[in-house]
């Protein structure tokens, strides 16, 4: 049986084509999808998708119920709202699983995805960008960093990916490289990085170069679609793991 629960403007409607039994809910409603999923006697859920950050900061997000989950919270970064609510959710005997078990044929192994091999500059950003990106990602203010001729152009933060990459071409022009990578103790339960075919279209209007993600730990989702727009665009896309410099070979040899 599968039971869908959807915040309201935040998922695909086409999704309940495939639940037995679903319902909409504002973000602020949690206390209401718990119940919801009480009623349906489900024991087991996971969090799929993304809310956007603007949306879980506008004025009348926070009623009581939910401020008082946060009274012992070290501050309202979107993960830690997130855990506040799954941590409340799980006292009512519902599980908050970690959805990256369902998921392990989106995940890339190790190397160039794409036709080609990694241009010097872009592996130069590549290796410049990478630990900012895990600082940032750390830091929990943002997993992507775009950069170009080794210098920062833009830092991910509330606006998320896709909006920075555009920010990034804006400043940077063209040629720019984007580095998405996993926090060091990544919740899978919470945030589940990854990237897709509106990545890379968003790369080509941006005017990129190449992306990198981390290896094992981004999911690419609409990977066959993606790659072939980014060949077709001279994008180049690598995975690669979090200690390893850039001297693998074109995956294809």
Known sequence: TCIVAGIQNEFDEGITEQADSYACFEVKDFLKLVSFFKKKDVHQIIFA????????????????????????????????????????????????????????????EQGVLTKGKISPAAKEDVDYGWPLAKQMADLEIGQT???????????EAMEG??????????????????????????DARIDQPAVGLKTVQNLKK?????????ADKVLFMNKDKALKLAEQSGITIISRKMDTSLFFMNKSG
């Open 206 to 214: 941006a005017g990129c170069s190449a992306l990198c993600i981390e």
């Open 49 to 108: 998708g993304k809310i956007r950050h603007r949306n879980m900061y506008s004025k009348d997000t926070f009623p009581l119920p939910l401020s008082s989950l946060l009274e012992g919270t070290e501050n309202r970064n979107p993960d830690e709202i997130a855990r506040a609510v799954f941590n409340y959710i799980e006292s009512q005997g519902i599980e908050v699983m970690d959805p990256s078990r369902f998921l392990s044929d989106f995940f890339c």
């Open 145 to 155: 960093v775009i950069v170009k001729d080794k210098a920062v152009v833009a830092v």
């Open 161 to 186: 990916t896709d909006e920075a990459i555009i920010r990034g071409g804006l400043l940077g022009g063209e040629g720019c490289v984007v580095v998405k990578v996993a926090r060091t103790r990544q």
